[in-house]
């Protein structure tokens, strides 16, 4: 067996072929066991990984880091990446898989209203990754990008470790209200949007049905909203409704959220030119 045969197996990176690649190597070069240690470490850290969701530059997707403990022995611990990728996976089974293409550098900035949009984003994600308890919303026209910031914001978050649920408004509050009478299925779910730091809420009361949401939808808001305020969880908010028109269903639901928004409020007025699901016809 060469030396290039030898690196070539350990870079396979298996630890059954390190054992043996380091054992033919310390017969064919005369290099010290530690020197032998951290070329294997050396090795297993350049191997590339196939895990998905999530490309890592520390682990390379393998999921494991190699290195040397105090007695210069081989170890492998596990990466900081696994963190995400589970925090990824819950987003996916949340809803939320369908948003996760949707980022910064994706998002159109050619409206004011755009520009207003991506810049409140990315002071709210660096507000919390700096420490801060902070939510975000985005209120007003249809179709003018809220759902798209909202989510990049969102990801960003997810990136840097931060576990993030996601919750479509008029399915998820359809499903707590029908669950009402099976107690232990409504604390599950509800547990479920309580449990994340990062909660997302799309679409806050629109529902099926014409008219304002009910008092039943609002109390819901409310219990929802009132937990994660006193358990200092973040929340961003995506809604059609103005600022105005939520402080007339509930001046103290409203009053609370742009109070933990401290500023991270973008509203956007009614017009036919920012939808761009209108686009084509312009």
């Known amino acids: 067996m060469t030396a290039a045969e030898i690196l070539k197996a350990m870079c396979a990176g298996a630890p059954g072929n390190l054992e043996k690649a380091m054992t033919a190597l310390s017969k064919v070069s005369g290099m010290s066991a530690d020197a032998i240690e951290q070329l294997s470490v050396d090795a297993y850290n ?5 895990l998905k969701d999530y490309d890592c530059p520390i682990c390379k997707n393998k999921g494991f880091v190699a290195y040397l403990d105090d007695n210069k022995e081989y170890c492998q611990r596990r990466c900081s990446c696994m963190a995400k990728r589970r925090s990824i996976r819950e987003a996916k089974a949340s809803g939320m898989g369908a948003l996760l293409n949707k ?8 409206q004011d209203h755009q ?7 990315q002071e709210f994600v660096s507000s919390v990754t700096h420490g801060d308890i902070c939510w975000m919303m985005a209120c007003g026209q249809s179709g003018s990008g809220k759902t798209h910031i909202c ?3 969102c990801n960003e978050l997810l990136k840097d470790g931060f576990s993030v649920r996601y919750m479509s408004w008029i399915a998820e509050s359809g499903r707590l209200r ?5 107690d232990e299925a409504y604390n599950e779910l509800y547990f479920q ?3 994340p730091m990062v909660l997302y809420i799309d679409d806050l009361f629109k529902h099926s ?12 808001a409310f219990d929802v909203l009132n937990h994660r305020i006193n358990a200092e969880k973040i929340t961003v908010i995506s809604t059609e409704y103005s600022i105005e028109m939520l402080r007339s269903m509930d001046e103290a639901i409203t009053g609370r959220i742009v109070e933990m ?4 409020v973008v509203r956007i007025k009614p017009d036919i030119n920012k939808n761009y699901r209108f686009k084509e016809f312009r």
Not at 261 to 264: H, Q, T
């Open 46 to 50: 350049r191997a590339v990984g196939d």
């Open 103 to 110: 980022t910064f550098e994706n998002f159109e900035t050619a």
């Open 115 to 121: 520009k207003i949009l991506y810049r409140t984003a």
């Open 151 to 153: 989510a990049a914001a």
């Open 178 to 182: 029908r669950l009402k009478t099976d």
């Open 193 to 195: 949007l309580q449990d």
């Open 209 to 220: 049905g014409d008219g304002k949401p009910s008092d039943a939808e609002i109390g819901l």
């Open 261 to 264: 928004c401290k500023g991270n």
